[in-house]
């Protein structure tokens, strides 16, 4: 016989409205007990954090590790305090302290939003994400970070951590990247009214703690009883990546040139 709690025809979706209430409880106790503390972040329950904070560790997160992080965004905030003090440095000095971060136009982008934000909209960021959106530097992932844990807003938060902990939790078998507008749509039915704040936050630790890329902590999860690919046992199955395109071959010839005095004729690129 089938459950009437979760009838098999139920999509991913259906099923995520079904037994919201259950995750986002389940998710946000572990993170009130677990939580990371991070120079970012205000503690769980503890209102919004600062938006300035929660954009620049946004954007340095990007392509790095919080334990990169840490210690740049602190040089940061104590040598620009606030986002007014970072859109009056010079590029140069910008610069030199993202050295080592890489990925460097993220670093100009990031001087640009500060000008944007301090010399256009006198010092506030946006809360809405298409406000976010129109800064230098900002996609949809990191307009809705910000929007949502500096202002509270029901906003979609999907980083790769959110995605294996949804793609397992509902058994998504659509690869990625197609698979994201999915997932998407799941985080919003299961984002609470209360604390969408602190949800995108739970996501992330529990996936750094707990549902994490090889060895998922499968045996002691708090989300165990409602994890299709957990009861499943094929947890390292997912999220589902598309097939790599084989790589093509490629030939060349190459041209070498000496003179009579055996000198060799170079062109660079």
């Known amino acids: 016989s089938i459950p009437c709690s979760m009838p098999f025809f139920m999509s991913a979706v259906q099923q995520a409205i079904h037994k919201s209430g259950d995750i986002a409880q389940a998710l946000l106790a572990h993170y009130d007990a677990h939580a990371r503390t991070l120079p970012w972040r205000t503690p769980p329950g503890q209102g919004f954090a600062n938006p300035y904070h929660v ?7 990007q392509q790095t590790t919080v334990a990169a992080v840490t210690a740049y965004f602190q040089r940061f905030v104590a040598r620009w305090p606030t986002v007014a003090d970072l859109a009056a440095a010079k590029d140069d000095e910008v610069m030199g302290e993202w050295a080592g971060l890489g990925y460097y136009a993220r670093a100009r982008n990031l001087h640009k939003a500060a000008g944007k934000v301090a010399f256009e909209l006198g010092g506030i960021f946006p809360a809405d994400v298409a406000g976010l959106r129109d800064l230098p530097g900002i996609g949809p992932y990191t307009a809705g970070a ?3 844990i500096a202002f509270g807003q029901k906003s979609t938060v999907v980083d790769g951590n959110i995605e294996r902990v949804l793609a397992r939790q509902y058994a998504i078998s ?16 299961i984002c609470p009214d209360q604390r969408p704040s602190d949800f995108p936050q739970a996501l992330m630790d529990f996936a750094n703690a707990v549902c994490t890329v090889k060895a998922p902590g499968c045996a002691s999860c708090p989300l165990a009883a409602s994890c299709m690919a957990g009861r499943a046992g094929t947890a390292d199955n997912f999220p589902v990546k598309a097939a790599k ?25």
């Open 174 to 189: 659509t690869p990625l990247p197609a698979a994201k507008s999915e997932i998407s749509a799941i985080y919003a039915a």
């Open 146 to 148: 910000i929007s949502a």
């Open 245 to 269: 395109k084989p790589k093509p071959s490629r030939r060349g010839i190459a041209f070498v040139a000496f003179d009579a005095d055996g000198r060799c004729l170079l062109i660079k690129r």
């Open 55 to 61: 954009w620049l560790s946004e954007v340095m997160l």
